[in-house]
């Protein structure tokens, strides 16, 4: 289907397979962990520093719900603000569209490079693979992103799309592999990240000074002015948007704001709600063209590939307010123990668990929305608010019916839940079923604790005991003792 | 104040003691506690696991048998939670106008314990006392959901001879999530790890938490490796007196 | 069908909820006041410190003392190159061992490249973040230059120094190509772990000129 090109990844089992071959990496477990909790922390303190952080969380979801409600006339907006800037504006209804528009721009120039910011929405359409099939070469600039695609790995975090890997692991994949695209690695490269970040600023500084063409994302941009915004902090982003001749910026259509103005409130909550800082090192702003400064020939790529699917779903659409932040990743306790591979998908994490779904079809991912406990840290951490628990039971119930509707057969798990359903439903039938079940307790419970269970509960009993039953439910309790032999109410009975 | 008990369907069957705890604690505050017989369950496994339709009845019921009191209270953050936040929307995407009236009739008189006690009841202090050392787990449903903030921690504190130490990363999951444990056995087991490390860290007697699944899924580990640490339940130690200790 | 036509008719599909006579300003209104100042009454005691927080160099001097402070912050690094934009207020310029390069005519890439120092001016600052704005105004120049050399000096006006961000934002030409630089080059992407220093400026100078 058209969309799902790099949304999922295609070879990867279901989410729970996946997260146990990741749960039983003990490398990458402490990387997760040490990197997960750094910057945990650093969010809080800076969070707090704002007294009107969840005003700034209400303000900014009201704006993207209402940019969502309209967003036809404001991509209109948008449109004729760059082109009467000086920039082009292309549309793209799905990743062939998109990744056909720039590799004819590339070659438009005659080039056969370019430099890339790190941008999500190309890592989601496969740019590189379909620029390398053209015979153009993509080098990725961001360091993270350069560790994966020295490494060739995939991203396993929207922010830090490297942070499966520990600094030792970095520093081999730098000696091995840089020289093999360009400037080799330092002799004697120690893993200290201050010298690794060095032996990344030597080896792209040569492409840097050379590129003709580069290719960015966008963090969002504003239709009344036609100013498109790159967040940053080490310089790569600067180093493209400002050196290249031509530059292509493909942008997920939901990332448009109505004004320059609303800008105001989405730097403040961006950098605290990423990596935790009050402002990231560099944030630039460009509108279309400026003579003497910077490329000369703009071109913006607006992406569909699946967001209209979402925007059709009033309960789901507000997962497009994503901002890409990360911040719901490193709170999530999933995310924290299985890193972003398990998930399968360019969007891993809560945030991804609710897109990726939508994006490419619940029937392609259908295991992501029951990777969650539904513990709520995303929600209260997601500077926009989306509700993402909400989403990811709204998607449940769509996974459950596409199942329904697919299948001539019941799954064994909807027999459990309609018979479970029947039961609960009636207090009849539960008070038979709570006098079978003290009755079957005390066959196999041994000192009131059950060890091995049957079925799909052998996970549960693998390694956790259960406490039996009790012989009498509260019901039957009640009835005994408070509505037929009150005179035998006891002070206590456990 | 005329009280109505709304067990839970998981309490009923395994923990009993929790529902007679919550009576004497309300009967001794001098409430009347009334249990309707007609009650099964919140219908929220079925909610979560995405099976909306079967939910419907369990929504229907709940609103039949809890109409008309003072108030609903129930030993769960999580089933108050489902209640609270879900019921409406069960019943106004499957649901009648007459069922939408009913819930939201029946939503505002609902409340988890701790809210109950503080908020309606306007106590911290229940008399209660319990010479042991105790951690307390906030449950995600609870904390993030509901909201109940430090309530519990206000009435644990008042009690007499208890020697509360807190939680590390208290506000971690324990990686119970209903079917998840089930579903997502390995992760739910990793998170479960931690959140016992945690317990043990804190030398606790007693795990404390107001919602019994959470206290199956993270006792159960921690009955497995025979690591001596009990659980029970906010309403068992807030039942405890000097001559009843539980 | 192009491209365009079958994302817009995609996206009024979609939204087939919303009701027609609805317009962009309608729906829920923004509850937030953006003119809110984040920070206390001294905007420039502030910036000074959250500049230095984020490892930038920063000095507050009086108006006499602020260009033989520029030259300290050159001297300190050793810079034997430095490039002075067009509209650079001559009085800040320093006397010293370097070699001056103007932007007339442009400057290439290799020549910025192989330069140690760039001085410029600000658009504007921001107190809470710590942040110099340049808009490639007079004394700022073309954008590459603030980014190639491996130092940059900015001088800050006291007046130039708003509260926060949306203070800040207001004041801006969104016409104009603008970088919002918040400490030297910087990144996390190793353990999530904050380590300056980058491909842009390694080292940040910010003379900062208030009275007493």
Not at chain 1, 116 to 141: D, F, P
Not at chain 1, 446 to 458: E, K, N, S, T, W
Not at chain 3, 17 to 33: K, L, M
């Amino acid at each position: 289907m058209s969309g799902a090109d790099n949304v999922v990844w295609l070879g990867t089992p279901p989410f729970p397979e996946a997260a146990r071959t990741a749960l039983a990496d003990t490398r990458l477990r402490a990387n997760l962990r040490r990197a997960t909790g750094t910057i945990r922390d650093r969010r809080l303190a800076v969070t707090a520093e704002l007294d009107d952080w969840e005003e700034l969380r209400e303000k900014a979801a009201a704006l993207k719900r209402r940019t969502l409600r309209h967003l036809d006339q404001h991509l209109l907006q948008l449109e004729e603000s760059v082109t009467a800037a000086g920039g082009t504006v292309h549309w793209a209804a799905d990743a062939a569209e998109a990744n056909a528009v720039v590799t004819r721009l590339v070659r438009a120039t005659g080039e056969s490079e370019v430099v890339k910011v790190k941008s999500m929405a190309t890592q989601e359409i496969g740019l590189n693979e379909a620029l390398a099939e053209a015979g153009i070469r993509a080098y990725e600039t961001d360091l993270a992103e350069l560790i994966v695609q020295l490494g060739g790995d995939r991203p396993s975090h929207i922010l830090v799309p490297a942070i499966h890997r520990g600094r030792s692991e970095i520093r081999e994949i730098f000696r091995r592999e840089m020289g093999k695209w360009g400037r080799p690695a330092p002799e004697g490269l120690s893993d200290d990240p201050r010298d690794l970040a060095e032996a990344a600023r030597l080896h792209l500084r040569e492409k840097f000074l050379r590129a003709k063409v580069a290719v960015s994302g966008a963090n969002f941009a504003a239709a009344d002015t036609g100013t498109v915004v790159v967040v940053e902090s080490e310089g790569n982003g600067r180093m493209c948007l400002t050196l290249p001749q031509t530059l292509i910026t493909v942008m997920g259509i939901e990332k448009v704001l109505p004004s320059f103005a609303d800008l105001d409130v989405f730097l403040q909550l961006l950098p605290r709600s990423s990596t935790g800082e009050r402002m990231n090192p560099y944030t630039s702003l460009w509108t279309g063209v400026t003579e003497g400064d910077g490329p000369q020939d703009f071109h913006l790529v607006l992406l569909d590939n699946g967001r209209t699917a979402t925007l059709a779903d009033e309960v789901g659409r507000q997962a497009l307010a994503c901002i890409r932040c990360s911040a719901c990743l490193n709170v999530c306790p999933v995310y924290e123990r299985t890193g972003g591979h398990a998930y399968g998908s360019v969007y891993p994490g809560p945030i991804g668990a609710v897109l990726t779904p939508q994006l490419v079809g619940i029937e392609n991912a259908a295991s992501l929305p029951f990777a969650s406990t539904l513990c709520g840290a995303c929600y209260d951490a997601c500077p926009v608010k989306i509700d993402i628990p909400e989403v990811l039971v709204h998607l449940r119930a769509k996974a459950v019916e596409a199942k329904r509707r697919d299948r001539l057969l019941p799954t064994p798990e909807a027999l459990v839940m309609k018979a479970a359903g029947a039961v609960l439903s009636s207090p009849r039938r539960l008070a038979a079923l709570q006098r079978l079940a003290a009755l079957g307790a005390r066959l196999v419970a041994r000192d009131g604790r059950i060890g091995v269970l049957p079925g799909p509960f052998a996970r549960w009993s693998g390694t956790r005991d259960t406490p039996a039953p009790a012989r009498e439910s509260l019901r039957a309790w009640w009835r005994r003792t408070r509505e037929e032999g009150r005179t035998t109410r006891k002070g206590k009975g456990r | 104040m005329r009280i109505a008990l709304f067990i839970t369907c998981f309490n009923d069957m395994m923990f009993p003691s929790t529902g007679r705890a919550v009576t004497e604690l309300l009967e001794r505050l001098g409430h009347t506690v009334e249990f309707p017989q007609g009650q099964t369950c919140c219908g929220q496994m079925h909610f979560n696991t995405g099976y909306r339709p079967e939910t419907l009845p369990m929504v229907r019921r709940f609103a039949e048998v809890f109409a008309g009191y003072d108030a609903v209270v129930t030993p769960s953050g999580s089933c108050a939670g489902m209640v609270r936040d879900q019921h409406r929307v069960v019943a106004a995407q499957l649901g009648d106008a007459a069922l939408v009236e009913a819930v939201e009739r029946v939503v505002p008189t609902v409340y988890e314990l701790s809210e109950l006690l503080v908020d309606v009841l306007g106590v911290t202090d229940v008399g209660a006392h319990f010479p042991h050392r105790v951690t307390y787990h906030p449950t995600c449903h609870s904390l993030r959901m509901l909201r109940v903030g430090d309530r519990p921690l206000r009435l644990l504190r008042a009690v007499k001879g208890i020697d509360l130490v807190e939680l590390p990363a208290a506000e971690s999951c324990c990686g119970f999530g209903g079917t998840f444990a089930l579903k997502n056995a390995d992760v739910s087991n990793a998170m479960l790890a931690d959140k016992m490390r945690h317990v043990l860290d804190t030398g606790a007697e007693f795990l404390c938490a107001g919602d019994n699944s959470c206290l199956t899924h993270i006792g159960g580990g921690l009955s497995r490796l025979r690591t001596g640490v009990g659980t029970m339940h906010l309403a068992e130690i807030l039942a405890s007196t000097e001559g009843n200790v539980r | 069908m192009s491209g365009r036509d079958t994302v817009l008719g995609a996206i009024r599909s979609a939204l087939a909820d919303v009701p027609d006579a609805e317009t962009p300003d309608d729906h829920s209104p923004v509850p937030y006041d953006p003119r809110s100042p984040h920070s206390g009454p001294d905007v420039v005691e502030l910036f000074v410190e959250r500049a230095a927080d984020y490892r930038a160099t920063v000095v507050r001097v009086p108006p006499s003392e602020a260009v033989a402070a520029v030259g300290r912050a050159l001297a300190r690094t050793g810079a034997k190159s430095l490039v002075v934009p067009p509209g650079f207020p001559e009085d800040l310029v320093p006397e010293g061992p370097w070699s001056r390069l103007a932007d007339t005519p442009p400057l290439t890439v290799r020549q910025l490249d192989a330069a140690d120092a760039v001085l410029t001016t600000v658009a504007a600052a921001i107190a809470l973040t710590g942040t110099v704005v340049l808009d490639s105004g007079p004394g700022q120049g073309r954008r590459v230059l603030t980014l190639l050399p491996d130092q940059h000096v900015c001088v800050v006006r006291a007046d130039q120094i708003t509260a926060d961000v949306p203070e800040a934002l207001s004041l801006l030409h969104p016409r104009r190509p603008l970088t919002l630089v918040s400490g030297p080059s910087a990144t996390s992407d190793i353990e999530l772990d904050r380590v300056e220093g980058v491909h842009g400026p390694r080292t940040l100078d910010i003379v900062v000129i208030a009275h007493e």
